[in-house]
Structure formats: structure tokens, C-alpha cells
């Protein structure tokens, strides 16, 4: 049956993120051979593209220390996902593109107050700064998205217009990224805000890919997943197990779960192409190497129905 | 900005079942004082009909062994929410008729093997049964609803096809309900589900008034709640602090949070008349009371934007 508002996708495609933004503010620092180990489960799952690491101060972000290590272990596997590194400045960009990344990842803000105290400068100049490593990224063959964070809403200054957002994205497009996320890194947004990103970002360049990033804290994740998928996203992140919080989201649940997901768009007749099982038993074994259960649905009810 | 699949709803009324379905399998068994001062502060929230508790076998549900006292109590109040009592047989509904209930609900259950187990009569022996108290209670003069449990799937018999959900429509229609629910008892359904549904129903009675109990046991209640409130639904059940599991489905998360189904639905502009933080205090003091904190987003993280 097709009603209003039930689009034709027929396939998604989900970016991994758990070995970056799923695990970056766990107390327990993984071992590179555990990194590697979810790295090789991503891909037996079928997931192709995966937020490997991130490229920051490891002071910062010690969980991210063996960012060169991890990318090197990955690459000598003889079947591994596309490997994204995140890269928030020019030194960042020079680690990742000596560590031999498949893509890279560049971040800006799109509340001033949060650019400030995330990234260390205001918004101007980070899309100066994101411009200028996507035309060098260009220039040396690596695909590159650029994420827009906190683009449903600020911890600290609250609502964001979507014209705000907007408007970062149309200052984007000159350094032609390949690919643009909208991230909801607070998990405030709402399906509304969703279509309106995603239907205004078309207006501005209707062949550029499109991307979101939820989170589940408020418990919209997968509402504003089904707007993105029926307004015509292109790929969506997510994380095992649902691991994965924003520092300025106090108690908050994490990254909207891979295996939620799965389950909502395969029952929904949509393609992901990944194994709901398998994703369901690496989130039980990441929640071991971590020392607390995931977070996700699927992880605690099962499936439905039953694994035959 | 109206995007397709966006209509045009601008109100939705929520049912609060937390003072039945929401407590009803807790260990913690509440004094009748508690559950008058929880139906109190439902009423005080802006909450304008509530599921106050249900007329079954004390022994097989202990919890609402006072079910007559909370009813006398809770009409005694200058104030209350339209009291609506569940009932299950003859028997429960002589009990909330002479309770004085302003509302009843009847279930018939949509898998053969889950109305044996859960009503202890199969489906065509429950519709005769339903049908004969909705005559009573039309008779009686007081309003009626009938719920289809297990509307998305069964946990015994698995798939439940939306045509056998419709044809249990269509056998109830007859006996003129004022009102039909579709319960996700054991939180599987997807939005598709919901559409089909709904499309379903109002084919075969455009004029009747159709209500959504869903469960977040695998995180797609909210999905659900958007789906449904975009294909024109009347009303939705849900839970404050979303307490409620199903004793078929284990490990699971309960109703959907009333909390989380506010926030989603005013902040996409759908007026429900229901003051958020009222609920969060509430979730909080009825977490302290059942001994466990509630289970909703909401309740976590807060609202956002913060509270001025």
C-alpha cells in the first residue's frame, strides 16, 4: 500500500559510526585490536562506510590516541568498510591524509556560542577553515563530506533556525563537498525540522547528497529518521548498540542504534543491505568491552518475529 | 512549510494509561491514595481522559484490586479526567458500570493463540462477548471503545497480517463502538503498519473515531506516533514516565512516554493541551514511588529549549 507521505526508497544507506562518535566519551578506552575487531564486525554486517576515527589533540580525546594505528590495522584487512576520518582543523586533515583515509569527514558548527567552545573559533572562520581542507581534500583524489553540527538545536543558545542552517549550507557549496550531514547533536530535533533541512537543501543544489546524523535523547530518533528517508536522504549515521553522547547532553542517550534502524526500515520493506543479527551481537559484545549494556530496542527485546 | 506527508492535524487528544496499563505489572503494588494522587496530577497537567484502571480478577492482577475505591475516589474530586475503566467480560463490565465509570474499554485480542493465553477464549468467542457489552454499554448511555490488542504482531503466532486486523474491524462495526484502538501490545509495529491500518479502517467506517497504543519496545514508537498523527488519528494512548511492559514481551521499555509524545508533537506544532514539565515532575514522583526512574527521554534529558 502507498499512502501520502510513504516515498519510493527502496535502499538506505547507513554510515557506522561506533568506533568514532559511539565510543569517543566512553570512560573505557578500547584497545586498537578491540577497534579493529569492531571494524571487522562492521563489515561482515554489510555496513560499507564507517566513521573509523577521528584526527584530534589525543590529550583532548584520549579514546582517539591510535587514530594512525587503527587506520593502518583496518586498511591491511583484505575486506574492509569505506574508512572516514574526522578532521576538525588542517592538522587533523594532514593525519588523516597521511594515515591514507577512504574519505574524510569535516565538522562546522551552526550555533556561534557551541563553534566557540567545540571547535575553538567562531563560524566564519570555520567554514573558511572546512572550505579549505575540502578544496585540498579534492585536490588529492579523497572523497569529503562536511557535517553540520548542532543543527536542530544549541545546548547553549537553544533553537536554531533551519535559515541559519541553511545559509552555512549555501556558504558550503563553492568548496563542493561531496556529501552534506545534518547533525542533531543534542537529539532535540523533530521530524519537522528534518524536512525542512533536507527540502531547503535541495532547493539550494538539487544534486548534492544528504546526510543525517540523530541522536535518541529524546526519543525522536527514529521518527526523524523515517521524515529524513521520506523526504529523500541519502545516507544516515548510526551506532551500534546506540552508544555514543554528546559531553553537552548530560544524560543523555546516545547515537540513534544501527540495529533500530535496520529493523524499522527492513520491516518497512526498505534495503539497508546489513545483518540485523549480527549488528544485535556486536552491540552485546561492545557493551562488554565497555562495561555497560547498549542502549538500543533491538539489543534489549530481540527481534520481531523471533530468529527462525 | 507543509511538505507531502505533513497534514494538516493541529490537535491530537492523548488517553493516559499509566494508572492501568502503566503500573499493572510493576512489583510495587500502589496504595489507592498514590494512584488518586497520580490521577490528580493527570488532571492537573491538562490530561482530559485517562484509563483510571481496570476491573479484573484481584488475584490475577493484584494491582488493581482497588479498582472501585480509586473509581469512588477519583469521581469525588471537584476536577478529573473522564474516568475510563477496562474490562474484559461481563463480569468486569457490571463491576464498572456500577463503579460509575464515565468510559469503559473492551479488548478482543487479533492472534487466536495470544487471546486463548491472555483472555482465555479465542477471537470469534471474545468479538461475541464484546459485541454484547458494547450493546449494554450503549444501552447504559456510557461511551465505549473497543481495543484490538496485538494489532502489529503476536508474540506467539508472529506476523499478524493487517487484513485479519481489519476484518476483526469490520466484525466489531456492527455493535457501534464509539471509538477503535490499534494496540501495539508487544511494541513491534512499524509506520507502514500504522498507514495500513488506519487507510484500512476509515475505508470501512469514514466516521469512526480511531486511537494508536504503542509501545517503545524496539524504540519505533515515535515513528509510529508520527505516522499515525499524519494519517489523521483521532487519539493516542500513552504512559507518563512510560512505564507498562507486557508480561509477553521481556526486557521490554513500556508505553510510549506521554512526556516524549508531547515534546515530539508540540514541538512540530500539534497542540495536545498537556503542560510538558508537569509530566516530568510527574514521571519523577512516579518513578520514586514504583521504585525504578522512568523510562523516557523526556524525563532524562529535559526539555529543550530549556525551561525559562
Same mark, same amino acid.
Given at each position: ?5 510513504? +516515498?519510493?526508497?527502496? /535502499? ?27 571494524? /571487522? ?6 555496513? /560499507? ?5 577521528? *584526527?584530534?589533540?589525543?590529550? /583532548? $580525546? ?64 570555520? @567554514? ?31 533553537? $536554531?533556525?533551519?535559515?541559519? $542552517? ?27 525540522? @528534518? ?17 543525517? +546524523? ?14 529524513? @528517508? ?12 546506540? *552508544?555514543?553522547?554528546?559531553? *553537552? ?12 534502524? @535496520? ?46
Amino acid at each position: 500500500m502507498t499512502t501520502e507521505g510513504q +516515498h519510493a526508497a527502496r /535502499r538506505v544507506e547507513l554510515i557506522e559510526v561506533s568506533p568514532r562518535d559511539g565510543i569517543q566519551n566512553e570512560k573505557v578506552v578500547l584497545s586498537t585490536d578491540d577497534k579493529l575487531e569492531l571494524l /571487522r564486525r562492521i563489515h561482515a554486517a554489510g555496513l /560499507r562506510r564507517t566513521e573509523a576515527t577521528s *584526527f584530534v589533540s589525543p590529550k /583532548r $580525546v584520549p579514546q582517539m590516541a591510535d587514530a594512525e594505528a587503527v587506520m593502518a590495522g583496518a586498511r591491511a584487512e583484505p575486506g574492509h568498510a569505506a574508512l572516514i576520518g574526522l578532521v576538525l582543523n588542517q592538522a587533523g586533515f594532514d593525519r588523516a591524509r597521511a594515515a591514507r583515509c577512504d574519505e574524510i569527514n569535516v565538522v562546522v558548527v551552526a550555533s556561534e556560542t557551541f563553534s566557540r567552545k567545540n571547535q575553538g573559533a567562531g563560524i566564519a572562520d570555520m @567554514v573558511a577553515a572546512a572550505s579549505a581542507i575540502l578544496a585540498q581534500s579534492r585536490e588529492a583524489g579523497i572523497p569529503a563530506s562536511v557535517t553540520i553540527a548542532a543543527a536542530f538545536g544549541c545546548p547553549f543558545e537553544g533553537e $536554531v533556525p533551519a535559515a541559519k $542552517v541553511l545559509g552555512l549550507v549555501e556558504s558550503l557549496l563553492p568548496a563542493r563537498p561531496d556529501e552534506i550531514a545534518f547533525a542533531d547533536t543534542i537529539g532535540c530535533g523533530v521530524p519537522t525540522q @528534518v524536512r525542512e533541512l533536507l527540502a531547503g537543501a535541495k532547493a539550494l543544489d538539487a544534486g548534492m547528497r544528504l546526510r543525517c +546524523h540523530f541522536h535518541n535523547t529524546r526519543s525522536t530518533a527514529l521518527a526523524n529518521v523515517l521524515a529524513a @528517508v521520506e523526504a529523500g536522504v541519502h545516507a544516515l549515521d548510526s551506532s551500534i548498540g546506540g *552508544f555514543g553522547g554528546c559531553p *553537552f547532553a548530560p544524560a543523555a542517550t546516545g547515537n540513534v542504534a544501527t540495529e533500530d534502524v @535496520v529493523y524499522l526500515l527492513e520491516r518497512m520493506g526498505i534495503d539497508t543491505g546489513v545483518d540485523l543479527q549480527m549488528l544485535i551481537d556486536t552491540a552485546g559484545w561492545l557493551g562488554d568491552r565497555l562495561g555497560h549494556p547498549p542502549m538500543s530496542g533491538l539489543a534489549r527485546a530481540g527481534r520481531f518475529p523471533a530468529a527462525a
